[in-house]
T-cell receptor, first 111, second 112 residues
């Protein structure tokens, strides 16, 4: 039990739609990172938020965006979904200078 | 751009045997992580290696880090079926900020 939860667990969308994935971290975890894991691949860093500001971004287009809220929850939004967006989306959080913990993930299927 | 390469990508072992998974990375970093992932599950942290020469052991798994060679190893001793999983190494490109670059993973199958 890592204390990091994600919702929903599974989601099916069609191309062109928009999706919002949610993550809830432990109190004090002011850094949250999002990763995309395609089937059979390692996770890829999407972006990180620290104290509600974006703090680094991987090689993902602007249609991937995020928010972090003062209550240690965060969102990943993806617009104009493409088939290749089908993946497991993982959030991970950590306190300052502390250990990072991963959530259970949201599996997104785009048809 | 930081690249992380693991080998082998697939490993089939017999119970009781020993083997090593290798993780090479392309740029200087002194923070390396090993994770385990069971099918359909999230990532479980195994080891955090923070300095050159670091060695950590937990049960039948031992991880080491050589920052000069940009190489980490995960050694499996006397494998058991319960170790069957995918193992990932990851390197932190952002200092202590957990902006991790992962390898492709090693799918380990331990056969009776």
């Amino acid at each position: 039990e890592t204390g990091v939860t994600q919702s929903p667990t599974h989601l099916i969308k069609t191309r062109g739609q928009q999706v919002t994935l949610r993550c809830s971290s432990q109190s004090g975890h002011n850094t949250v990172s999002w990763y995309q894991q395609a089937l059979g691949q390692g996770p890829q860093f999407i972006f990180q938020y620290y104290r509600e500001e974006e703090n680094g971004r991987g090689n993902f287009p602007p249609r991937f965006s995020g928010l972090q809220f003062p209550n240690y929850s965060s969102e990943l939004n993806v617009n104009a979904l493409e088939l290749d967006d089908s993946a497991l989306y993982l959030c991970a959080s950590n306190p300052p200078r502390g250990t990072q913990y991963f959530g259970p993930g949201t599996r997104l299927l785009v048809l | 751009e930081l690249k992380v390469e693991q080998n082998p990508l697939f490993l089939s072992m017999q119970e009781g045997k020993n083997y090593t998974i290798y993780c090479n990375y392309s740029t200087t970093s002194d923070r390396l992580y090993w994770y385990r992932q069971d099918p359909g599950k999230s990532l479980e942290s195994l080891f955090v290696l923070l300095s050159n020469g670091a060695v950590k052991q937990e049960g039948r798994l031992m991880a080491s880090l050589d920052t000069k060679a940009r190489l980490s190893t995960l050694h499996i001793t006397a494998a058991v079926h319960d170790l069957s999983a995918t193992y990932f190494c990851a390197v932190d490109s952002g200092g202590s900020n957990y902006k991790l670059t992962f390898g492709k993973g090693t799918l380990l199958t331990v056969n009776p």
